[in-house]
């Protein structure tokens, strides 16, 4: 095999394989969505999950990150990275969440007693 | 099932995935590296030679001497006797317990890169060694003799290290991803492993000696030791020196279990990396395929897990087999086993990398609180402020995204060049006639693309 033509043909084939991959991903990385100006409820039901799954919430840097969780039980709604704790009276109610988005990355709320994730929160740069 | 539990052990901050142009560039930076490299390529090799030059005996015996490496183990001891008593009757919350940020950040992630910058900087502070010489030493007083010991089957080479590597990690990134809860492993069973590990490698030592145990079998000083071929720095018959970097690692690879060794480094880090990313649906699917055939939800989990963690270390085993059998087609290779064994090393650079990449940012982030409210509060009680730092606290401020991923993808690349580097240098002396070599490494090549574009993919999907 020609030294040449054997660099060219794993180049090409490693270059076909990247643009496959970024293409199969869409070719971003999901920067047009932000739920920035929302107020979404996240419901949690009475097993302590929360209806419809985690919750998946995406912010700029700078952004205000604003929603609402509604509990029926008492609990503590905690907001890791962000490190802010919300507590749930008994009989359960709603705490919400507003605060403006300076950390970067990916972090997650979860109700403390029942150590289950209901936010997944996105702060993008 | 939209609520299945993932471990997200210690960090409440985890890295928002690389974006898909930094993506491009990087893997396109592999290419053009790959391209130059093969083009440029040196006719001798150069890392086969130590060029070893002892330090001073006056040096030497500060650092290695026999009060430093009392005073190291006493010190390993210590600490891990602290993280153990802290598993067991600190805090169940993972982030407030010193035993896991201590066990599996700081010195798991703390050691391979120290290694690779000073030596085998865990071998002094290594506490099964030092408890085992310090009974041995007893035994001696007592006995009027050294204990004798059996002669390790040297067949078995360091496969105990490379099984006891996953179960660490299986531990780790499978069985702390069970029970339905939004953090990792807790502090206790982290305890009781280390407890039940300590005591295996005790019995190990006293059958097979400490010094051999751990040169074979010793998971983390075989794993740690491994990064600390990479650089300058040794220990050779008591005396310090310096050395031609990377030269040691290509004698590291001639024991079995080598191959096994690096390759579970890397599919280890892999699996961790792609468990919340690239392997979520799949793993998900799988998950509730069992779960909806009656196993129980942390049945199904660890199953799920365990299945796809063995799969990512075959398919990484698959990748480097299949460049190996690449490269015995070529004029003049040498025996299959010895091309296995020969190019094992070439991977190190890529597991550092791997690591570097992935859990950088877990590294500066968690080493804060290692520093402040865990050193001062390490059972997180609350009550407890030994140093004045109890109240302090991460700042996840300190690294920007940006940051993180331009280390990302730079130790990536950097590992992939090295990886190139050592492979082309060790085709040189397989191959007699170098573009016989040369005509190799398009094998080799194709293996480092492989692992470097698969990291980068990881991270791309990652937390996506």
Redesign the interface.
């Known amino acids: 095999m020609n030294t040449r033509n054997a660099i060219v043909g794993v180049a090409l084939m490693a270059v076909a394989v990247v643009l496959l991959i970024v293409l199969s991903s869409g070719g971003s990385d999901e920067s047009g969505k932000s739920d920035a100006g929302k107020v979404p409820t996240i419901v949690v039901d009475k097993a302590g999950h929360p209806v419809g799954g985690i919750r998946e919430l995406v912010y700029r840097k700078g952004d205000r990150i604003h929603f609402r969780v509604e509990v029926p039980f008492e609990e503590e709604v905690h907001l890791h990275g962000y490190d802010v704790m919300k507590e749930v009276p008994k009989g359960g109610g709603t705490v919400t969440y507003d605060l403006p988005a300076e950390i970067e990355g990916v972090f997650e709320a979860e109700l403390e007693g029942h150590k289950e994730q209901i936010v997944e929160l996105k702060v993008e740069p | 099932m939209?609520?299945l539990?993932f471990a997200?052990a210690l960090l409440?901050?985890?890295?928002?995935?690389?974006?898909?142009w930094l993506?491009?560039w990087g893997?396109?930076i592999?290419?053009i590296v790959?391209?130059f490299a093969?083009?440029v390529a040196w006719r001798q090799p150069r890392f086969e030679e130590e060029n070893w030059r002892p330090f001073g005996a006056r040096l030497s015996a500060v650092v290695v001497g026999w009060p430093a490496q009392v005073l190291c183990g006493l010190v390993g001891v210590f600490l891990f006797g602290v993280a153990i008593y802290a598993g067991l009757h600190g805090t169940a919350a993972p982030d407030r317990n010193f035993a896991l940020t201590f066990l599996f950040v700081t010195a798991w992630l703390g050691f391979p890169v120290f290694s690779a910058l000073l030596g085998d900087v865990f071998r002094p502070f290594n506490p099964w060694r030092a408890a085992g010489r310090a009974a041995g030493a007893g035994f001696r007083v007592v006995a009027g003799q050294a204990p004798a010991h059996l002669s390790y089957p040297e067949a078995l080479g360091r496969w105990p290290a490379a099984v006891g590597l996953l179960a660490f990690v299986w531990l780790e990134v499978v069985y702390g991803a069970s029970g339905?809860?939004?953090?990792g492993l807790s502090p206790h069973p982290a305890a009781v492993a280390a407890l039940i590990y300590s005591g295996y490698t005790l019995a190990m030592m006293a059958l097979f000696g400490v010094e051999k145990w751990c040169q074979r079998g010793e998971t983390f000083s075989v794993y740690f030791g491994m990064f600390s071929q990479l650089g300058w720095f040794g220990v050779r018959e008591g005396r310090l020196g310096r050395r031609r970097p990377f030269s040691a690692a290509t004698r590291w690879a001639t024991v079995p279990g080598s191959v096994a060794v690096v390759i579970a480094s890397i599919a280890s880090t892999s699996f961790d990396g792609a468990q919340d990313g690239a392997f979520k649906s799949a793993i998900e699917s799988t998950f509730e395929w069992l779960a909806e055939r009656g196993a129980s939800l942390t049945t199904s989990l660890r199953l799920t897990d365990t299945i796809f963690m063995l799969l990512t270390f075959a398919g990484v085993g698959l990748v480097y087999l299949l460049g190996v059998r690449g490269m015995r087609s070529v004029h003049g290779a040498p025996a299959l086993a010895k091309l296995r064994l020969g190019f094992a090393h070439t991977l190190i650079p890529i597991a550092l990398a791997y690591l570097v990449a992935h859990y950088f940012s877990l590294f500066v982030f968690q080493e804060q609180a290692q520093f402040t409210y865990l050193l001062s509060d390490p059972l997180g009680t609350a009550h407890t402020d030994l140093f004045g730092t109890a109240s302090g606290?991460i700042d996840?401020?300190i690294l920007?995204?940006?940051a993180i991923w331009y280390v990302q993808v730079a130790a990536l690349v950097t590992g992939h060049v090295l990886g190139l580097t050592l492979a082309h240098d060790r085709a040189l002396v397989y191959w007699r006639d170098y573009?016989d070599a040369?005509?190799s490494q398009?094998w080799m090549?194709?293996v480092m693309?492989a692992f470097t574009?698969f990291g980068l993919?990881l991270l791309?999907?990652a937390?996506?």
């Open positions: 939209s609520w539990p997200h409440a901050r985890q890295d928002l995935p690389i974006p898909a993506f491009a893997a396109s592999v290419l790959s391209f093969l083009s339905g809860v939004a953090v606290g996840f401020t920007s995204s940006n573009r040369s005509r398009y090549l194709a693309v574009c993919y791309s999907v937390n996506r």
